[in-house]
């Protein structure tokens, strides 16, 4: 069974950074991509960065871009999201996806994954 576990949201002033983790459980980590996504009160879940399952490859939603960096330890079977020059159109919950299917891309869809973890917030203030 795949367990996704989030940590590392809070409230943060903008300009701030933040850096959010997932560690994932049930099966061997290293064979997966892992992606970030995001939803804000009122609109849909939305793509934030992904990395592919040997880590080579990521993408970025164009909003994050430069300011955020995905990165993956498989030692720890986790993945990270560091969240620099913070704004409050960042705020949302955040939450860490992976997918069933072995040795994917960086994948940008939300329909391309299948496990979800419960999510962890950011609060950005002005």
């Known amino acids: 069974q795949v367990q996704l576990v989030e940590s590392g949201g809070g409230l943060v002033q903008a300009g701030g950074s933040l850096r959010l983790s997932c560690a994932a459980s049930?099966?061997?980590?290293?064979?997966?991509?892992m992606g970030w996504f995001r939803q804000a009160p009122g609109k849909e879940r939305e793509f934030v960065a992904s990395?592919?399952?040997?880590?080579?490859?990521?993408n970025y939603a164009d909003s994050v871009k430069g300011r955020f960096t995905i990165s993956r330890d498989n030692a720890k079977n986790s993945v990270y999201l560091q969240m620099n020059s913070l704004k409050p159109e960042d705020t949302a919950v955040y939450y860490c996806?992976?997918?069933?299917?072995?040795?994917?891309?960086?994948?940008?869809?939300?329909?391309?994954?299948?496990?979800w973890g419960q999510g962890t917030q950011v609060t950005v203030s002005s």
């Open positions: 996806a992976a997918p069933a299917a072995t040795y994917t891309t960086a994948n940008i869809r939300d329909y391309q994954y299948d496990y």
């Open positions: 049930g099966r061997t980590f290293s064979n997966y991509a």
């Open positions: 990395i592919s399952w040997g880590g080579g490859r990521t």
